[in-house]
């Protein structure tokens, strides 16, 4: 399968470099400003009903790759970081 795409191959030094120089060029707030752009056309196109359905494709794949213990594991670290943070305070 031939890439008919204009640029370098995806992943290459020259793909790399070219991310950088764009990143350079605009900063951080460009692709702040196009994710949100990107997330609200997605928003009007398919509703927010969408985000529901697709959050919930990826935790059912999720259970089946890494297993629902998994799940018990990353609650126990988060209530353990909010733990900590509450005596801080």
Do not use: C, D, L, W
């Not at 793909?15 to 990143?23: E, F, I, M």
């Not at 927010?48 to 126990?76: D, H, L, M, N, V």
């Amino acid at each position: 399968m031939a890439n008919n795409k204009r640029g370098p191959e995806p992943g290459s030094q020259k793909a790399k470099h070219g991310g950088q120089a764009v990143r350079e060029k605009y900063g951080p707030e460009f692709y702040s400003k196009i994710g949100k752009k990107g997330g609200e056309t997605v928003k009007e196109k398919r509703g927010p009903q969408f985000y529901a359905e697709i959050g919930k494709k990826g935790g059912e794949s999720t259970k089946r790759q890494q297993g629902s213990e998994f799940y018990s594991r990353i609650g126990k670290k988060g209530g353990e970081h909010g733990r900590a943070a509450s005596e801080k305070e």
